[in-house]
């Protein structure tokens, strides 16, 4: 069972009580953006066999969303941190390093 760390409220929630929301760090496109970068950015997504980073949401806590980095292959998870960040932090960035030699954050942002 997929077990996530709430950056919010601190819990250790399972995946019943949180849902998911797809790929995170995508570059979002709105009004006066050309069609095919709007296109892309609704249905292109990656789906990784490894690291892969993505948005969930605490449905049945405290109602936040948060992001997550985990291998889609073993379930097991890096690390959390708040949507609001830009780029993972450098502390799950070397977690994934540790583990998977020769991975980098650029190679897959």
Known sequence: ??????????????ETELAPGGEAHLKRFGPGSQDADFEAYLFAR?????????RWRHANGCGKWFH??????????FGTYSAQTLD????IRDAITAKRPG????DFA
Request: with cysteine.
């Open 88 to 91: 993972p932090p450098q502390e």
């Open 1 to 14: 069972m997929l077990i996530l760390h709430c950056p919010y409220c601190g819990t250790d929630a399972d």
């Open 103 to 106: 991975w980098r954050w650029r």
């Open 68 to 77: 997550a980095a985990r291998c889609t292959t073993t379930l097991e998870v």
């Open 46 to 54: 990656e789906n990784p066999m490894g690291v892969h980073f993505e």
